[in-house]
């Protein structure tokens, strides 16, 4: 049942009603936030849409774009994959992510998803209530991932905008295996030669070890986890990146 891949989303929420002191993985606990976001701001229409989960929290997606003359929105979500994103309606629009992106005034929209859809793939993280048990069954979750990416990114193409999607570090940890997110990532650059021009993928594993603040951000600050970064310097890199591939690879005004 699809119910399975939302087993960290649903165990983030109950979490959430009982107390943020009960001990969690490192993987999906945001720094300061755990709901979420929905913002924008800027100068002019059209720029740049960002969807994202807790990796994208305090991440200065809006005055970076601001910067470059781009009206940003940004929409992230603790503990959310692709799926959520895609069919559960929220904010002030009473829209799913991919559908209020789609809708907006943007011609750009960078996806950072990826750690939450690999997750609950293997057994180790607490948050999960599942995992598959046999090679057959994971072959299975990493389909659903595909099918997933697929109509998101579908959604995006047919309405006309250009598609940047920033996939998973390739990194084992507790629920998942680097080649869990190398999968992913190969899936990611196979939607890019399906639509080239139209969709293109977004190395952030190698930028996330390139980049020196980003890579001590995630794997050598105090209070790093490999996953979310801890410094301002680490989500000032991520915002960086997210607006320089806006603007070099779909021509962001």
């Known amino acids: 049942m699809r119910i399975r891949r939302t087993g960290l989303f649903a165990a983030l929420a109950t979490a959430i009603l009982i107390s943020s002191a009960i001990p969690v993985a490192a993987l999906e606990r945001p720094a300061s936030l755990w709901v979420g976001l929905e913002a924008q701001g800027g100068p002019f229409h059209p720029g740049m849409y960002v969807i994202g989960d807790s990796i994208s929290n305090n991440v200065p997606y809006i005055p970076t774009g601001t910067a470059a003359g781009a009206h940003v929105w940004v929409r ?8 959520p994103h895609r069919r559960t309606p929220w904010g002030a629009a009473n829209r799913d992510s991919f559908r209020d992106a789609a809708q907006s ?4 929209v960078f996806v950072q998803l990826g750690t939450n859809d690999v997750t609950c793939m293997r057994a180790g993280n607490p948050l999960c209530a599942y995992y598959p048990p046999t090679p057959a069954d994971l072959r299975h979750e990493k389909n659903l991932i595909i099918l997933e990416t697929t109509a998101a990114a579908t959604t ?7 598609v940047i999607w920033a996939g998973p570090r390739e990194i084992n940890r507790s629920g998942s295996a680097g080649v869990d997110a190398a999968d992913m990532n190969a899936w ?8 080239p021009g139209r969709f293109f993928y977004a190395d952030y594993n190698a930028y996330s070890f390139s980049n020196a603040d980003l890579r001590y951000s995630l794997d050598e ?4 986890d490999r996953v979310h970064p801890v410094t301002a310097a680490g989500r000032q890199a991520i915002a960086n990146f997210a607006v320089f591939l806006s603007r070099q690879l779909c021509r962001m005004p």
Do not use: D, F, M
């Not at 992230?76 to 799926?83: D, K, L, M, R, V």
């Not at 990611?188 to 639509?195: C, D, M, V, W």
């Not at 600050?221 to 790093?224: F, R």
């Open 76 to 83: 992230w979500q603790a503990g959310w994959s692709t799926y």
């Open 105 to 108: 005034p943007a011609s750009t």
């Open 156 to 162: 995006l193409l047919n309405a006309g905008k250009c």
């Open 188 to 195: 990611l650059r196979e939607l890019q030669r399906r639509h």
């Open 221 to 224: 600050a105090p209070g790093s």
